[in-house]
């Protein structure tokens, strides 16, 4: 077991941020097609996905979180594609709940198989739940998902989860002329609730997407719309580097996050490091390439001191700030191919 790293031990990257958090991918495949993510029109049946041992197993994964834990790593994400497509998930929970160091375990998903895992995933020592909803409304929703799932499904999803005692937060893309209409109807659904709803501004992430700067809707003017309706204030941040802008509703009612990657970056307190399902280490969501761990992995001449060196290695030449340079790149787009969302989480 390795033991918890002094202040020293911490890797800085060369923007002076500390890796804290762990976003793994353990899934590529997804059961929505969400047109933001994995548009339909690519990811259709001819589609070529990861065959089961290109992925990384789950004794591989565990590895990597060992080593990372070992550099200041307290936070662990389980993303997709759809992570709970994974077999036998609640076992890489177990396995990740027995690191040293190892603080927080998190799940982003869709939520549509969460009532048949919820309270096995909480048993296995998962700690909390964010659930994919970008509207109620049911033709907007299947727009949206590629016509897969419905709006039923998740509000299934959600109430398993609260159920099973997981503390349940939802995320919704927003976009201009899609679904913005659809903010104030899913506030009103989960006001006086334990569920948090939080609005994200609609991201460049990957090539596929479609992006257009006129979709997106500034969180600032998410915020004044809720607020002609339901007074809010602002929160503390409870840590540093937390991306969400936190409000409390007035009348006592909850709270609402703001994740504003467009319109107000937060690169110079991102603490985050992606691992693909096949390996790859990413250090930015907006990355153009990655490094293989899964060759060292699979290397038998190679130990846990080779694999906690790249992976201090690759932090210590990290300098990325996508968000911050947005504004930078050309009216017709970048011209460098991003890794897709699907590949590597949100």
């Known amino acids: 077991m390795n033991p ?4 020293d031990e911490r890797p800085e990257d060369r923007l002076g941020r500390r ?43 565990e590895r990597i979180c060992r080593q990372a834990a070992s550099l200041g790593v307290e936070k662990l994400r389980l993303t997709g594609g759809e992570p709970l497509l994974r077999p036998d998930l609640a076992v890489l929970v177990g396995m990740l709940r027995g690191i040293d160091g190892i603080r927080d375990i998190a799940l982003t998903t869709n939520g549509v198989l969460l009532p048949e895992q919820a309270d096995t995933l909480r048993a296995a020592g998962l700690d909390r739940v964010t659930v994919s909803l970008d ?8 727009r949206l998902s590629g016509g897969h799932g419905s709006v039923r499904q998740v509000l299934r999803g959600i109430d398993a989860a609260l159920a099973a005692g997981l503390p349940t937060k ?15 109807p899913l506030l009103e659904r989960f006001r006086f609730t334990p569920v948090s709803v939080r609005f994200i501004e609609f991201m460049d992430v990957g090539n596929r997407n479609k992006w257009n700067i006129d979709a997106v809707v500034p969180s600032r003017e998410l915020r004044d719309r809720v607020a002609a309706r339901w007074p809010v204030s602002p929160l503390p941040a409870r840590y540093g580097g937390e991306v969400a802008s936190r409000f409390r509703f007035d009348d006592g009612a909850g709270e609402i ?3 504003s990657s467009v319109s107000d970056p937060f690169c110079g307190g991102c603490t985050r490091a ?13 990355a153009t390439e990655g490094t293989d761990l899964r060759r060292v992995l699979r290397d038998e001449a190679a130990n846990d001191e080779a694999l906690r060196e790249m992976l201090r290695s690759v932090w210590l030449r990290r300098g990325d700030r996508y968000s911050e340079e947005r504004a930078l790149v050309p009216a017709h787009g970048d011209v460098q191919p991003k890794i897709e969302m699907h590949y590597i989480g949100g």
């Open 257 to 259: 996050g703001f994740i």
């Open 19 to 61: 890796m804290h958090d762990l976003r793994i991918s353990v899934m590529d495949r997804c059961n929505f097609r969400c047109t933001y993510c994995m548009p339909v029109e690519t990811y259709g049946e001819a589609y070529r996905f990861l065959r089961r041992e290109e992925r990384l197993d789950f004794a591989e994964i």
């Open 170 to 184: 939802i995320n919704m893309v927003v976009q201009r002329g899609i679904n913005d209409s659809e903010v104030l």
């Open 274 to 286: 992606r691992l693909s399902s096949e390996g790859k280490l990413y250090t930015c969501l907006f």
């Open 4 to 7: 918890a790293p002094t202040h």
């Open 135 to 142: 509207a109620l409304d049911e033709v907007v929703f299947a």
